[in-house]
């Protein structure tokens, strides 16, 4: 991969036509890393999922409120990290879509999909407010979701709640 250890990063404002901004950056991304049409496509649909949470349920729709997506290659791995200023969930408790009790449900998706388009979502909850730059860092009341796309390895889908 001639890209290798290309790091991306973008911060937008909580508006929902930004969406298709960070969006269209994950599929020229993946492509340009040689991913083929279909998968980046997914990786493309799963951000948007993630982008769309962090709007709505994490910033609540205050267009003050930032959403922050990093995409990082390296060694054959695409890490994608979409945080937010919201005060973080309880994955655990996110029902199954696959219910049958949920079945007829048109919300409670997204998750969902997420973990069938990558190889792994991992979700980390910080200890302080949100630092611009400082976003790995462990922050209290701060959501922040993170996707990775794992080449060549299985799907896991076991998101670790850290
Ligand atoms: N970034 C986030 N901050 C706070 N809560 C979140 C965040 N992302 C997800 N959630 C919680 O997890 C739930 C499930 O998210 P999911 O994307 O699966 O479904 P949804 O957003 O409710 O509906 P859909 O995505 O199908 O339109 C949300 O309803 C919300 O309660
Ligand atoms: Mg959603």
Not at 91 to 97: K, L, N, T
Request: charged share 35%.
């Amino acid at each position: 991969m001639d890209r290798d250890g290309e790091r991306i990063e973008i911060t937008i404002s909580s508006r929902f036509e930004n969406i298709e901004l960070v969006q269209v950056i994950a599929e020229h991304l993946c492509e340009n890393a040689g991913l083929d049409e279909d998968g980046s496509h997914w990786i493309g649909m799963a951000v948007r999922e993630a982008v769309a949470n962090a709007i709505k349920h994490g910033n609540k729709l205050d267009v003050r409120k930032k959403v922050n997506a990093t995409f990082h290659l390296q060694d054959h791995e695409l890490e994608i990290k979409i945080s937010d200023e919201g005060a973080g969930f309880d994955p655990a408790a996110i029902g199954d879509p696959l219910n049958p009790q949920n079945l007829m449900k048109t919300s409670g998706r997204g998750i969902f999909y997420m973990k069938t388009f990558m190889d792994q979502v991992r979700y980390s909850f910080a200890r302080r407010r949100n630092i611009p730059g400082d976003e790995e860092e462990s922050r209290e009341g701060n959501g922040c979701r993170e996707l990775e796309d794992l080449e060549g390895e299985e799907n896991e889908s076991h998101p670790a709640y850290r």
